[in-house]
């Protein structure tokens, strides 16, 4: 490592260097050291014809982005090591399937390279940690590239076990608002970073995406929940909260890559609510006030006893199910609502051109953003076309298809957006709720459907911060779970006061969010098997800022909402699902049921685990989905408000799992992250 930083320290540095293959980055380096007094000007061709032999008979490209030419001859003085940089990754045959990138050219005389044995690790360790690989794309100067050095040797040195797993920021404090003072002590440490590592092209990118992905839920949301609520509460008021409430989330939490939006269990909650307080003859939007009031002192208390430690005994086991849950309720939401298109035109008995339009619209919206997505890894175009195309490829597509619609809107009609039409409360009643309407009885008697809300509210907000700050998102900042319970009750108490809709962490909305924020690569596992894998996430506060103040400026220009079909943004819901499947080991498992034995991936469960075993394994978390799936969909509205009771059973399902299956086969199917040794094949 030493060997390293003085290398850096002493100017042995060359970055972006317009290289298209080995030969010419090899070239242009010798010259470099030449001019800059490295190497001798006697030695140099000979020292490029050994690299180029040497690549010719074993090419150098280990793997993570990185190649070690290498060369000793007696011409040379002195050991040296450069650093090069490429402008652009070039394909040089890496084991992994990545890109090389950087270069760390050992030299040194004869009998020189068991000295460089130590460098040689060095920059294996350094290079297989994805954080310091980013960092040495971004360095603009040796000073970066140093503090690069430093922050790897630090975090090596650091005592980091309880961080490495999603268990992190979960810890018991045992004393009072302890955790919560934690929390805040750790965050506020990088509040100003949080601003000044938004400011990228990605932020702007994904904070346009996220605009419609957010708003296209919130007004769905909105006017089922007008329905349910005889519209007291509709559209509007969810538009008002998603739009209050994301931007005071997004200054005061902990985890500002966690979106705020309606879910469907507190939808359900709510309707029941108001069916309950019109049986009973009660004011509903006072009582839905005071049921608010004590679910937002319930959840202070459970922020303020660090009762979010309990998340601890969740484990990737129930994080895949949720997960999986909330990503098919987004795919089976888009595909009922293209059945109900066709239903409806059907029984119309006309012609189904708008049906078959937003059937091509949803679909052609969802394949233009997948395709556009992951158009970074394709050959054709320049490197910053392919970046700007990945970047903005579900806004383009979003805006493509919207475009497509209004160009035919003269031939075919298609449903589009039904944004309200001027900002008032959907009754046309007083923005301020009279909590005092309700009977002093009713006011404690709300105590019991809120202790149902808390539990609610606390599970769903919780698991979706687990599922945020899993490792394999290789966040850098500290989590805060407590912090984000107690920002979300206060949000809670605040819009019961006005008769806005609670608001709780939004699963997929929340993964896009990351995606969107997130630098992947696509790396080639043994056996050829391709996966793609988070390597850094632009955390920041300003993209989950400027998303909900745009939702606030579209309440000034509703109508122009109306432009956008509907179809459009059931590709939207098909996309966002399907992309929060990503990287579920779940499904992936899932998968091998109808794979050749013979040609199952080389993945660390499958080498420690056999194969029925693991059949075994996914099945159980399958049927713990059905039985979700049922629950959530199920006609019967007080099976429906059981949910976050069988959400909490999957505790104890793997408890009893646990007990079923042996400690190493579980140690491999429900670890936290994936292992190391599956990124690091190269290195053996």
């Known amino acids: ?19 298209s293959d080995m030969a010419s980055a090899i070239r242009e380096t010798i010259s470099h050291m030449v001019a800059q ?98 960092d040495l794309g971004e360095a603009r100067s040796e000073a970066d590239l140093l503090e690069a050095v430093r922050w790897f040797v630090d975090l090596s040195v650091a005592t980091v076990s309880s961080e490495t797993t999603a268990g992190f920021g979960l810890n018991y404090s045992g004393r009072l608002f302890g955790g919560l003072l934690n929390d805040m002590r750790s965050r506020s440490a990088c509040y100003a970073s949080d601003f000044r590592d938004g400011l990228r092209a990605k932020s702007f990118s994904s904070t346009l995406f996220l605009f419609f992905a957010c708003l296209a839920p919130a007004v769905t949301f909105g006017g089922i929940m007008g329905v349910e609520t005889a519209g007291q509460i509709g559209v509007v008021e969810m538009l008002v909260a998603s739009a209050f409430c994301g931007i005071v989330y997004a200054l005061f939490s902990g985890q500002p890559l966690i979106i705020l939006g309606g879910v469907g269990p507190l939808l359900v909650f709510t309707g029941i609510l108001y069916r309950i307080a ?30 979010s430690c309990l998340m601890r005994y969740f484990t990737r086991f129930t994080d895949e199910v949720f997960s999986s849950l909330m990503a098919l309720i987004f795919i089976y939401e888009a595909i009922r609502a293209l059945v109900v298109t066709f239903r409806v035109s059907f029984a119309d008995a006309t012609h189904h051109d708008g049906a078959f339009l937003s059937l091509m619209l949803a679909f052609s919206t969802f394949y233009v953003g997948m395709t556009l997505s992951r158009f970074r890894r394709s050959k054709y175009l320049l490197s910053w076309m392919r970046e700007f ?37 959907s009754s ?105 894998r988070v390597i850094h996430v632009q955390e920041n506060r300003i993209t989950g800022l400027a998303i909900h103040i745009l ?20 590709g939207v819901f098909l996309y966002m699902g399907v992309v929060s499947l990503t990287g579920n080991q779940f499904f992936e498992r899932l998968t091998l049921w109808l794979t050749d034995p013979g040609l199952y991936p080389r993945t660390h469960y499958l080498r420690q685990a056999p194969a029925k075993v693991i059949h075994r394994f996914t099945l159980v978390q399958l049927v713990c989905l059905i039985i979700l799936c049922v629950i959530t969909l199920s006609p019967i509205q007080s099976l ?12 104890p399902v793997r408890l009893i799992v646990g007990r079923v299956f042996r400690e190493e086969h579980l140690t491999a199917l429900d670890a936290e992250e994936t292992p190391h040794e599956e990124e690091t094949h190269w290195s053996a």
């Open 1 to 19: 490592m030493k060997r390293l930083k003085d290398a850096f320290e002493q100017g042995h540095v060359l970055l972006d260097i317009d290289a």
């Open 37 to 134: 007094g490295t190497l001798s000007e006697q030695v140099a061709e000979e020292v490029v014809s050994a690299l180029l032999k040497r690549e010719q008979e074993s090419p150098t490209a280990l793997g993570h982005a990185m190649a070690i030419p290498h060369a000793y001859l007696d011409g040379i003085e002195q050991q040296v090591v450069q650093f090069v940089r490429l402008a652009r990754p070039v394909n040089m045959g890496a084991p992994d399937g990545i890109p090389t990138q950087f270069l760390f050219f050992l030299l040194g005389p004869l009998g020189a390279s068991a000295e460089h044995i130590d460098t040689l690790a060095s920059v294996a360790r350094l290079m297989s940690n994805d954080e310091f690989r980013y």
């Open 278 to 307: 019109t049986d009973m003859q009660l004011p509903f939007l006072s009582t839905y006030a005071w049921v608010g009031f004590w679910t937002a002192l319930l959840l202070m208390v459970l922020a303020a006893t660090d009762a």
């Open 389 to 425: 195309l990945a970047d903005f490829g579900p806004m383009l597509a979003l805006v493509a298809m919207t475009l497509i619609a209004w160009g035919l809107r003269s031939e075919v009609i298609v449903d589009t957006l039904q944004a309200p039409g001027s900002l008032q409360t």
């Open 428 to 532: 046309g009643r007083a923005w301020l709720v009279d909590p005092f309407e309700t009977p002093v009885w009713a006011r404690w008697a709300a105590l019991g459907p809120a202790m149902l809300a808390a539990v609610l509210v606390y599970l769903t907000q919780n698991i979706t911060a687990r599922l945020i700050n899993s490792p394999d998102h290789k966040l850098q900042k500290a989590p805060a779970y407590h912090l984000d319970l107690a920002v979300v009750g206060g949000l809670i108490g605040i819009c019961s006061v006005f008769g806005l809709p609670w608001l709780v962490a939004a699963t997929v909305r929340s993964l896009a969010h990351v995606r969107g924020l997130a630098e992947t690569e696509e790396v080639v596992r043994p056996g050829g098997d391709t996966q793609e």
């Open 551 to 570: 939702i606030a400026l579209s309440l000034l220009v509703l109508p122009l909402l109306n432009v956008v079909p509907m179809a459009v943004l059931y």
């Open 640 to 651: 429906r408000l059981s949910f976050p009771l069988f959400i909490a059973l999957l505790v």
